[in-house]
């Protein structure tokens, strides 16, 4: 029985560790980082919003996530966790335009799907 429970615990810890995070973006369509509206962080512990305006920042909202740094022209980001090395992400599919929403307020709405990606940068 104590096998099994430390089997289950350290699968458990794994699975945690090594789920990706993302990110969902909502602009104004021009898709150059400048006019973003809102965004929702998904993780493991839960979709938390952020502002991921160009260059680096703190993103207090978000539980131990100690800097974003946001690379528009390269469509790329990177990001610390405390106790993790850097972590990447890359922009991929963008949807829209679209009416305004929950992620943007502007008569047109674009939102970019943000993955986790391994760090090349």
């Not at 006019?35 to 929702?40: A, G, P, Q, V, Y």
């Not at 991921?52 to 946001?70: F, K």
């Not at 709405?109 to 986790?116: D, H, I, L, R, T």
Request: net charge negative; aromatic share 12%; proline share 7%.
């Amino acid at each position: 029985m104590r096998f099994t429970i430390a089997i289950l615990t350290v699968l458990t810890a794994l699975t945690t560790s090594v789920m990706a995070d993302s990110m969902s973006v909502g602009d104004d369509c021009a898709q150059d980082g400048q006019n973003i509206f809102l965004s929702d962080w998904n993780s493991a512990y839960g979709r938390y919003n952020v502002f991921p305006r160009a260059g680096c920042q703190d993103p207090s909202d978000v539980p131990d996530l100690t800097e974003l740094c946001m690379d528009w022209p390269n469509n790329r980001a990177h990001f610390f966790f405390v106790g993790q090395s850097k972590r990447c992400m890359v922009k991929g599919d963008v949807q829209g335009p679209f009416i305004p929403g929950p992620l943007c307020t502007a008569s047109w709405c674009c939102v970019s799907a943000w993955n986790e990606v391994p760090c090349t940068w």
